[in-house]
Each structure stands twice: as structure tokens, then as C-alpha cells.
């Protein structure tokens, strides 16, 4: 399937929250992600290769009569899970207030289509509903220019930077890390 033009997504595609039934499809996504882009994730292929999908389903459980507070935003096209986003506020209660964005991935047939972004944006409308929250922050691989490009047009700022922050087959990795305010930025 060819990409729309850059900027504009497809009325193909449709952005919802991942739930118990896509456990199969989510773990298959995934693992892809890993193998495909491990710069991208804190986690690794051989770390989650076997891991039984009933486990994967028990992860996508919502809690009964909570606010949602975490999920994972999915990009269908046609019924096939092509792209995931994970969001989930933290839970300490000095950090509460704040949310991170995590697990991004879209897959490669399915890049510059806008996909990303339409999660993202849905993201962020889903952390103006959660209460007490106010930034959400994310990590990105500082050589991954794309991803640098959506996280600053959607207003995100770096605020810092993790050296060696990843050791993938003996090679360093620095990760930029991100911030974008629900509501303007306090003075310091």
C-alpha cells in the first residue's frame, strides 16, 4: 500500500485503544519492532521472545472503576495492527503528574503516512482527561531523526540528554529526553 502524501493520513487508517483481544497481534507487532529497530526500545527481542501471550492479554486488562490512566494507542489498516504507542501516567505520588509515552512503533511498509503522529495526537488529547497530570515526557534515540522531527512539530522539547543510555551489541546509544506541558511551562 502506498503512503498518502506526507502530512496526511489515511481514511483507512483508524487509532484505538489496544485491548485483551489484540494481545496476539500487539506481541507479533511488537516483537517486529524489536528485531526491526532495537535502537528504539529499552527492552529486547530475546527478552520478550518467549513470553506467553496470555501474560501480553493480562498487560492490556483495564482496571474496573478506574480513570484510565495508561493504554496502548494502536493504528489499524484494514483490521491488521500496523503501529503502537504506549502511554501510561506514573505512580509514585511525587511523580503522578506526569505521563510518559513509550513503545513507538510503526511498521516499516507503513512509515511517512502520518501514522505516528495521528497517535501521538491522540495521546496527548488522552493526557488532557487524566487528572493532576501535567507533562508528558518520553525518551528517543538520538540518532532517530524522524522520530526528533514529530515529537518537536507536536511541541515536545528536549531537557536533557542520557549519554550510553542503551548498549546494543557493544555499541552506545545516547537518548534525548523529552518534555511537552499540558499547560504552559511554570517559571522557575
Same mark, same amino acid.
Given at each position: 500500500?502506498?503512503?498518502?502524501?506526507?502530512?496526511?493520513?489515511?481514511?483507512?487508517?483508524?487509532?484505538?485503544?489496544?485491548?485483551?483481544?489484540?494481545?496476539?497481534?500487539?506481541?507479533?507487532?511488537?516483537?517486529?519492532?524489536?528485531?526491526?529497530?532495537?535502537?528504539?526500545f529499552g527492552s529486547s527481542y530475546a527478552e520478550e521472545k518467549d513470553e506467553p501471550v496470555d501474560v501480553v492479554r493480562q498487560r492490556l486488562v483495564q482496571p474496573e472503576g478506574l480513570a484510565r490512566e495508561r493504554?496502548?494507542?494502536?493504528?489499524?489498516?484494514?483490521?491488521?495492527? @500496523?503501529? +503502537?504507542?504506549?502511554?501510561?501516567?506514573? +505512580?509514585? @505520588?511525587?511523580?503522578?503528574?506526569?505521563?510518559?509515552?513509550?513503545?513507538?512503533? @510503526?511498521?516499516?511498509?507503513?512509515?511517512?503516512?502520518?501514522?505516528?503522529?495521528?497517535?501521538?495526537?491522540?495521546?496527548?488529547?488522552? !493526557?488532557?482527561?487524566?487528572?493532576?497530570?501535567?507533562?508528558?515526557?518520553?525518551?528517543? &534515540?538520538?540518532? &532517530?531523526? !524522524?522520530?526528533?522531527?514529530?515529537?518537536?512539530?507536536?511541541?515536545?522539547?528536549?531537557?536533557? +540528554?542520557?549519554?550510553?543510555?542503551?548498549?546494543?551489541?557493544?555499541?552506545?546509544?545516547?537518548?534525548?529526553?523529552?518534555?511537552?506541558?499540558?499547560?504552559?511551562?511554570?517559571?522557575?
Amino acid at each position: 500500500m502506498a503512503a498518502p502524501p506526507s502530512g496526511e493520513l489515511s481514511a483507512t487508517v483508524q487509532i484505538r485503544w489496544i485491548g485483551p483481544e489484540d494481545a496476539p497481534a500487539f506481541q507479533a507487532l511488537r516483537l517486529s519492532g524489536l528485531r526491526e529497530a532495537p535502537t528504539a526500545f529499552g527492552s529486547s527481542y530475546a527478552e520478550e521472545k518467549d513470553e506467553p501471550v496470555d501474560v501480553v492479554r493480562q498487560r492490556l486488562v483495564q482496571p474496573e472503576g478506574l480513570a484510565r490512566e495508561r493504554g496502548i494507542l494502536g493504528a489499524f489498516i484494514g483490521g491488521q495492527l @500496523v503501529g +503502537t504507542m504506549g502511554i501510561r501516567r506514573l +505512580t509514585s @505520588v511525587k511523580q503522578q503528574h506526569q505521563l510518559l509515552i513509550w513503545g513507538v512503533y @510503526v511498521s516499516p511498509l507503513h512509515r511517512s503516512g502520518g501514522i505516528a503522529r495521528a497517535m501521538l495526537a491522540e495521546a496527548l488529547v488522552f !493526557a488532557r482527561t487524566v487528572p493532576g497530570a501535567l507533562l508528558v515526557k518520553l525518551s528517543v &534515540n538520538a540518532g &532517530n531523526r !524522524a522520530a526528533l522531527q514529530l515529537y518537536q512539530a507536536a511541541g515536545f522539547t528536549v531537557y536533557g +540528554t542520557e549519554p550510553a543510555a542503551l548498549c546494543i551489541d557493544g555499541t552506545l546509544h545516547d537518548e534525548h529526553l523529552m518534555q511537552w506541558w499540558l499547560h504552559a511551562a511554570p517559571v522557575p
